[in-house]
């Protein structure tokens, strides 16, 4: 279902909660809002939609990535950049990686880890982020 994007930084500053399988539907939400979304968002946390779990989408491709409980395990490569976000205006400056490693779990709760490069890899810094309450 196509969730409300939430804008609040009181609410997008908290620090996200493990998921479950309990949280599924989550994920579906996340895609839908994603998908409607896609002309201005490439990437989405569960806080964004008003759901307090460790979950995020990202556009990848042709494909939107789910991943759960994402925990990104090695960094290489910082720079700065700027940076916009569909829940808040205008753009902010921030330091990413080139290249991450990130241990997650997919859709069906099986355990995942993969390197991601350039700017697949920014938007996974850019939810993960989202999930610890940092804002850019």
Not at 24 to 44: E, H, R, Y
């Amino acid at each position: 279902m196509i969730k409300t994007i939430v804008h609040d930084p009181a609410i997008l500053s908290q620090v996200a909660v493990p998921a479950t399988k309990l949280d599924a539907n989550t994920v579906t939400d996340l895609l839908d809002t994603l998908q409607a979304n896609a002309a201005n968002c490439v990437g989405m946390a569960a806080n964004m939609i008003g759901v307090n779990q460790q979950i995020i989408v990202v556009q990848m491709g042709p494909m939107a990535v789910p991943m759960i409980n994402p925990k990104i395990v090695k960094k290489q490569q910082p720079y700065q950049t700027s940076e916009g976000c569909l829940s808040l205006t205008g753009e902010r400056p921030t330091k990413r990686y080139k290249q991450i490693t990130v241990s997650y779990l997919d859709r069906q709760f099986q355990p995942q880890q993969q390197t991601f490069n350039g700017f697949i890899a920014q938007i996974i810094q850019h939810e993960v982020d989202h999930l610890a309450g940092i804002l850019i």
